[in-house]
């Protein structure tokens, strides 16, 4: 969608990335998670820099980790919501994003409810760098990189001496994404990160919640499968990702009803265990318990949920060193307060 001069300066989809450049941001952010573990949760690694949320949907996890993200590297971060804006007053997105770069942010993170709302801004400002939080139905970038750095924690954490190693331990795998694929960001951005690294990705759904791109059997290197059995669909996979049933981007019904859905589509224990015994579990968030995923499942230690959350923060952390600075070592990033002092 964008063109290839933009990914360096900015992240606004998975699509667009290479792969050695989507593991490195998995890599960088790696080396961000134990700073979130320490008692002094700061370094100085953008002191000077601001960075402004600019966050016209609704968010819990991605508004706060990013701000979270940039006050543990000492940026100045500003937080914007719609209603707060002068968008309310009927300001353009184009005239609010030229308002705002006049103000030298070094960063603008946007969410908003179109789908290529920030490849259009990222063509239309000149200095400040863009991150993707999420665009309509189109790609949420951020969390397919938390998706992968939670799954690469997991996949070394298994391994006897627990070496990090490099995109191997994510290669090989068959990935599940069941439930609301067509409405889904999260998994546009999630199909794009697999294909880069050659796993095969099914998506199980009823017809209606599959998006007419991925249809084709034979497009994407015939790496992509739909299936409409739920237990057909996990058959031996590694990876589950359940989706949310997202009836804000739903004009009309696509299942008759959500207790139809629920009783074809919720994910289970014991279907996991019956169809896929050694899988993981993926969620995005916002949960609905008991609608596409049960109780059991979310607190079963397959659920990578949690992980998932923790990591968005390092994961957001990467991705603004990054940015703000182009992509110095984050050996750099990681120097505390105490050892800059010293
Ligand atoms: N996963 C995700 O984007 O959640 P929020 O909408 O709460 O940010």
Request: aromatic letters at 6%.
């Amino acid at each position: 969608m964008a063109n290839a001069d933009t990914t360096c300066k900015h992240l606004l989809s998975i699509e667009e990335l290479k792969k050695k450049e989507l593991m490195s941001y998995v890599f960088s952010a790696d080396s961000f998670v134990e700073i979130s573990e320490r008692n002094l949760k700061k370094v100085p690694a953008l002191r000077g820099k601001t960075v402004i949320n600019l966050f016209l949907e609704p968010s819990t996890r991605t508004r706060v980790s990013f701000e979270i993200a940039g006050k543990r590297l000492s940026a100045d971060t500003i937080n914007i919501s719609g209603s707060g804006s002068s968008v309310s007053k009927g300001e353009s997105l184009l005239d609010m994003a030229r308002t705002l770069e006049a103000m030298k942010p070094d960063v603008v993170v946007i969410r908003h409810q179109s789908s290529g709302a920030a490849h259009y801004l990222a063509n239309e400002l000149t200095e400040t760098s863009l991150v993707n939080a999420g665009d309509g139905m189109h790609e949420h970038p951020t969390q397919a990189l938390l998706d992968l750095l939670t799954l690469y924690r997991y996949y070394v954490n298994q391994q006897e001496d627990g070496a990090r190693i490099g995109s191997e331990v994510l290669e090989g795998k068959k990935i599940a994404i069941v439930g609301d694929v067509r409405h889904s960001r999260v998994a546009r951005s999630n199909i794009w990160a697999h294909l880069h690294l050659g796993n095969e990705v099914r998506l199980v759904a009823p017809s209606t919640l599959l998006p007419k791109e991925f249809e084709q059997p034979s497009a994407f290197g015939g790496k992509v499968k739909l299936y409409h059995d739920l237990r057909a669909g996990l058959e031996g996979v590694d990876i589950i990702m359940i989706l949310r049933m997202q009836l804000e981007r739903q004009e009309s019904f696509f299942v008759p009803s959500l207790e139809e859905y629920t009783r074809l589509y919720c994910v289970s224990n014991s279907i996991i265990n019956e169809c896929a015994p050694i899988a993981v579990v993926l969620h995005p968030g916002p949960v609905n318990r008991g609608v596409e995923i049960s109780r059991d499942v979310i607190d079963s230690p397959r659920s990578l949920i949690n992980e998932q959350v923790k990591h968005g923060v390092a994961v957001r952390m990467a991705v603004l060193f990054h940015l703000a600075t182009g992509g110095i070592s984050s050996e750099a990033a990681n120097t505390t307060e105490e050892q800059k002092a010293a």
